[in-house]
């Protein structure tokens, strides 16, 4: 499975690992949906992409050091959204979902 629908990622949730043909970030936001900031922060310090920078942005501005996550927004071509995390990690996703 190369390509997930949000109800299929949702699913993976109740593994004890990700999938293992999920690319780094999504394995990053994975982790992140686990409560796993530390294994999310890295993997996505791996990926050196605008959407790697995006989720490297929400990451921080979840632990809530804005100064950091302004930084990576800004690296991403992004501004730091006024939206909630929860909108923020599905727009995220939706760039790799069908």
């Given at each position: 499975?190369?390509?997930?629908t949000?109800?299929?990622?949702?699913?993976?949730?109740?593994?004890?690992?990700?999938?293992?043909?999920m690319?780094?970030?999504?394995?990053?936001?994975?982790?992140?949906a686990?409560?796993?900031?530390?294994?999310?922060?890295?993997?996505?310090?791996?990926?050196?992409?605008?959407?790697?920078?995006?989720v490297?942005?929400?990451?921080?501005?979840?632990?809530?050091?804005?100064?950091?996550?302004?930084?990576?927004?800004?690296?991403?071509?992004?501004?730091?959204?006024?939206?909630?995390?929860?909108?923020?990690?599905?727009?995220?996703?939706?760039?790799?979902l069908?």
């Amino acid at each position: 499975m190369s390509r997930y629908t949000l109800e299929d990622f949702r699913e993976t949730l109740s593994s004890t690992e990700p999938p293992e043909e999920m690319n780094n970030l999504l394995q990053a936001l994975w982790f992140d949906a686990k409560g796993d900031w530390e294994t999310a922060h890295e993997l996505v310090q791996l990926v050196y992409t605008n959407i790697g920078a995006w989720v490297h942005a929400y990451l921080h501005r979840k632990k809530g050091d804005m100064e950091n996550a302004a930084r990576w927004y800004e690296k991403a071509g992004k501004t730091m959204p006024k939206n909630s995390l929860e909108e923020e990690w599905l727009s995220i996703i939706g760039e790799f979902l069908d």
